[in-house]
C-alpha cells in the first residue's frame, strides 16, 4: 500500500476500478468493511484520512478528535486498501475563504439542527475527494444514515459519476455502533452510552413484533435511554432514507436516528429500516481493535 498526500499521487498510482472510503482516520472495524467492500468490488482501493475541521462547529471537538496515521496505515493496508491518502489541512482547506458546496434540506434537519453547517463541511470536502480522486464507488457507512442521504443527493444534484454505496453498521460486542470517538466514553460512562443501541434494538424487537404506531416506538426508545441521566438525547427519529425528511409511519425505505451526548462525547447511532423490516447491523465478537494497545 503506498502512502501520499496529494490527489496527483493518488491518480499516478490508482488503476482500472477505483473505490474511495473517505475517513477521518482512527480506523476501526467499522472502516475496515467499508475497505473489504471497496477492495472486493474495485482494482484501486483508495482510503483517504482526513479530520475535516470545516464539518466540527466546535473547536474543542476537534481538537478532541483521536489522530493517529502510524497505526492507521497497517490497518487500512490490511484491510485491503491500495491507497491511503493524507492530506495536510492546508491542502484540503487552503484559506478561509475557498468556495464551499451549501446542501439543501437533506442536510439542514436533525443533525443539520444540532450542528448548523455540519453537512455543508461535509459535502465541501467529499466534493474535493471527488473532484481530485475521481472515484467510480465511494462506500460510507449507514451509521450517518443522513450522511448517505447527504451525499446521495449531493452526486445526484451535482452530476458526479461516482455511485455512492452505504454499508451496514458495524458494532461492538455490547451493541455500541463502532466510533473512532468511543476512545474517549469512560468506563463509568459505557453503560449510559450502550442505552443508545439497546433502544434501536428494542424498537427493532417492536417493530418484528407488528408495532406501527412510530409515537409508542419512539417514546419506548426514550425510556430505555433514560435510565441513564448522562446521556442527553439531542433527537430520536425516523426518517425517509433519501431525503433524510421526519416521517411519522411506516413506509418504504427509511432509518431510526438517534444523537446523544454522553459524559461530553456525541454519539450517533442510526437503523435503517426497509419495508418495515429493521436492520440491527453487525455485531464483533471481539473485543474492537480500537483499544488494542501498542
Ligand atoms: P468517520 O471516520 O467517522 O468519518 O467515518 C468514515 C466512514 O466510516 C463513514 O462513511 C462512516 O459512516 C463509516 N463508519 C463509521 N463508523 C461506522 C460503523 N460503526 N459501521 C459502519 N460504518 C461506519
Redesign the pocket.
Known amino acids: 500500500m503506498k502512502v501520499v498526500h496529494t490527489f496527483e499521487e493518488v491518480r499516478t498510482v490508482a488503476a482500472g476500478r477505483v473505490g474511495l472510503v473517505?475517513?477521518?482516520?482512527f480506523l476501526h472495524e467499522?472502516?475496515l468493511?467499508?475497505i473489504d467492500r471497496s477492495a472486493s468490488e474495485n482494482d484501486t482501493t483508495v482510503v483517504s484520512v482526513f479530520v475535516n475541521p470545516l464539518q466540527f462547529g466546535d473547536e474543542a471537538d476537534l481538537d478532541a478528535y483521536p489522530r493517529d496515521l502510524e497505526r492507521d496505515v497497517p490497518l487500512a493496508e490490511h484491510a485491503g486498501a491500495d491507497v491511503l491518502v493524507a492530506p495536510t489541512a492546508r491542502y484540503m482547506v487552503p484559506h478561509a475563504d475557498m468556495a464551499s458546496i451549501r446542501v439543501g434540506r437533506v442536510g439542514l434537519v436533525m443533525e443539520g439542527v444540532h450542528r448548523p453547517g455540519h453537512f455543508d463541511g461535509v459535502a465541501t470536502v467529499v466534493t474535493k475527494l471527488f473532484a481530485g480522486i475521481d472515484p467510480d464507488t465511494a462506500y460510507?457507512?449507514r451509521?450517518?444514515a443522513q450522511?448517505v442521504a447527504v451525499v446521495t443527493s449531493l452526486v445526484r444534484d451535482l452530476s458526479f459519476r461516482t455511485v455512492i454505496v452505504g454499508?451496514?453498521?458495524?458494532r461492538e460486542r455490547d451493541g455500541l455502533?463502532?466510533?473512532?470517538r468511543n476512545v474517549r466514553i469512560a468506563d463509568d460512562m459505557r453503560p449510559a452510552a450502550i442505552t443508545m443501541s439497546e433502544a434501536l434494538f428494542h424498537a427493532a424487537d417492536l417493530l418484528e413484533a407488528g408495532e406501527d404506531d412510530l409515537g409508542d416506538l419512539m417514546a419506548a426508545m426514550r425510556e430505555i435511554v433514560a435510565r441513564h441521566p448522562e446521556t442527553v438525547v439531542d433527537y430520536i427519529q425516523i426518517a425517509d432514507a433519501d431525503t433524510a425528511e421526519p416521517m411519522d409511519h411506516l413506509a418504504g425505505s427509511q432509518f431510526l436516528a438517534m444523537a446523544a451526548t454522553v459524559g461530553g462525547v456525541r454519539l450517533i447511532d442510526a437503523m435503517a429500516i426497509v419495508d418495515r423490516v429493521p436492520d440491527r447491523g453487525i455485531t464483533l465478537d471481539a473485543p474492537s481493535i480500537l483499544y488494542r494497545k501498542g
Open positions: 473517505p475517513t477521518m482516520g467499522g472502516h468493511s467499508l460510507f457507512g451509521k450517518d450522511q454499508c451496514p453498521v458495524i455502533a463502532l466510533s473512532s
